[in-house]
């Protein structure tokens, strides 16, 4: 095994993105974001993926230095395309300019089309934190072939499509970043890799029977993701696509959309001010009486305390210049 320092391989990474034809500006971008996405545990999102983004640059799925094109403004809502470009890019600067219209308007609905891969959702949800606001983003993937099975059915009919809910409080970020399938693909592939086996009830092979083998989502006869929750789960999925895929315009994975080896997202994203529907002050007093209630519940027989976070045993400090449990 190789161990690098995150800023060694962040030069690493970006000398390969320039390589491959991006600007300096862009290749900062998505290095910083994919090795932050290392960094905060979620390795399916990592420098991972470079392997995969090379190869779609070189087969013209991937069209480096595109930027995030407003098709769309009127007041509260703004629709962005983000011409097959890279979706750090692209997320970013589509939430960057719905920010700055919440800040003023207090409530924008943004939508975000045609954009390769945008990564780690919670990146979005902690760009609004940042401003002090709530965001919810729902997202779907169009073009590349299904992975996650409907509850009740054996055969593949969404992608992982995540779901992020983010919020500013007194004592720091409340963020939810989940797939929704049992685990996201990526985590597949990185058990794959390391000859692991994925936790139960996360996969069917092509049968339809319950596996435990990741392989299965990557050679014939191909068996698929499950969905969380049994219908829970395969509900958000079905919204995911009808919000992200169907209002955005970027389209469904419904087969009459165009199949590729390309990975498109399209994002929903509601952005909001708190501050123009209650008062601060009683706001942070809520939250924090709410956090402090839920955190003081007793611990059961497999936990040291209740808290959601995914922990590491030290911390590294992301290329955004924020602490993350390592």
């Known amino acids: 095994m190789i161990t690098l320092k995150p800023q060694k391989l962040k030069s690493i990474i970006q000398a390969i993105l320039q390589k491959a034809g991006s600007e300096p500006l862009e290749a900062e971008i998505v290095s910083d ?62 939430m960057a300019a719905a920010i700055q219209r919440c800040q003023a308007m207090g409530l924008v609905l943004m939508t975000l089309r045609n954009s390769h891969h945008i990564g780690r959702i919670g990146s979005y949800g902690e760009q609004g934190i940042e401003a002090g606001l709530v965001s919810l983003h729902f ?116 087969p009459e959309n165009e199949r590729s080896s390309g990975v498109y997202n399209n994002m929903f994203s509601l952005i909001i001010d708190p501050k123009k529907l209650v008062d601060e002050t009683w706001l942070s007093h809520e939250v924090m009486g709410l956090i402090n209630y839920v955190k003081a519940s007793q611990p059961d027989a497999k936990t040291d305390r209740v808290d959601c976070r995914r922990t590491r045993a030290r911390s590294e400090k992301s290329p955004s210049g924020r602490y993350f449990a390592r």
């Open 33 to 94: 974001h994919l090795l932050e996405a290392n960094l905060v545990g979620h390795d399916s999102h990592g420098v991972g993926m470079i392997p995969t983004y090379i190869r779609n640059l070189k087969a013209g799925l991937l069209k480096a230095n595109q930027h995030a094109r407003l098709v769309k403004d009127e007041g509260s809502i703004m629709m962005f395309d983000g011409q097959q470009g890279y979706g750090q890019v692209q997320a970013k600067e589509a």
């Open 139 to 254: 997202v779907n993937v169009r073009g590349h072939k299904p992975i996650v099975a409907p509850f009740g059915g054996k055969e593949s009919r969404f992608i992982t499509n995540p779901i992020c809910i983010a919020m500013p409080s007194p004592s720091g970020p409340i963020l939810l970043d989940m797939a929704t399938s049992k685990i996201a693909m990526g985590k597949a592939r990185v058990a794959m890799l390391k000859g692991e086996q994925v936790l139960e009830g996360a996969l069917i092979d092509a049968e339809g029977l319950p596996t435990t083998e990741p392989q299965v989502l990557f050679k014939e006869p191909l068996g698929a993701l499950l969905p969380f929750g049994e219908h829970k789960g395969y509900g958000l999925a079905l919204f995911c696509e009808l919000l992200a895929g169907g209002l955005s315009g970027g389209g469904t994975i419904q």
